[in-house]
């Protein structure tokens, strides 16, 4: 794909949502990083569901350590593999709150260095809570990158680094949840919805679903 492609499928996209929002629920980094630990193979609207009664209750580490493993268990309990979530977020709070005053840690290696934080989770708060202009490759945004021919690779941090290098500078806040967005509900997988994509003229994917009867 060309540089003159990959300016114009991000400008629609800017042009179609120019702020775009995490569809996760949060009001601070950390509520956002338990949000993010508590999503991995689950839906947002699920998490949603669960921090919903959380929150309001214990959205501090001090807070969340206190509950323990049993009681933010009775909290999460309907999100899939909560129990290893559950040990993860215990273990992350009492490290926020042994090395980093409580806070969650604007550096890469500090939030890698937490129970249940790997790459993507990283560059999920960097970007949405600390406006850093990271790429945090989920499958949708692998899938959209790959298909369309974007950013392709054939892993996640391929993907991520040709993001990196093909984005021009001021699409790349932003970027992250435009093709998040796009792939979760357009670039489906099993069936992506081409008939009504606003970028299919530019997509190089060559097997185009039609418009169903």
Not at 28 to 55: H, M, W, Y
Not at 63 to 88: D, F, M, P, T
Not at 122 to 149: C, Q, S, Y
Not at 170 to 188: N, T
Request: aromatic share 6%; hydrophobic share 45%; charged share 25%.
């Amino acid at each position: 794909m060309n540089p003159a492609k990959r300016l114009e499928i991000l400008t629609r996209l800017r042009a179609a949502n120019p702020e775009p929002r995490s569809e996760l629920e949060f009001s601070t980094p950390f509520e956002l990083l338990v949000a993010v630990i508590l999503s991995a193979q689950a839906t947002d609207k699920g998490v949603n569901l669960a921090t919903r009664k959380l929150f309001p209750v214990a959205n501090t580490p001090a807070a969340i350590a206190a509950l323990g493993v049993e009681g933010l268990s009775q909290y999460v309990r309907s999100i899939g593999l909560y129990n290893a979530k559950v040990r993860n977020i215990i273990a992350t709070c009492r490290l926020l709150l042994e090395r980093h005053d409580g806070e969650v840690p604007r550096e890469r290696a500090a939030l890698e260095a937490l129970p249940g934080v790997g790459r993507k989770t990283a560059n999920v708060v960097l970007n949405t809570a600390f406006g850093e202009p990271t790429m945090a490759v989920d499958t949708h945004i692998f899938r959209v990158a790959n298909r369309t021919r974007f950013a392709p690779g054939r892993t996640p941090l391929a993907v991520e680094r040709a993001l990196l290098k093909f984005t021009p500078a001021e699409f790349l806040l932003h970027a992250h949840h435009w093709l998040l967005l796009h792939g979760r509900y357009v670039c489906k997988a099993r069936r992506p919805e081409c008939w009504r994509c606003l970028i299919a003229d530019l997509c190089e994917y060559p097997r185009k679903t039609p418009e169903p009867d």
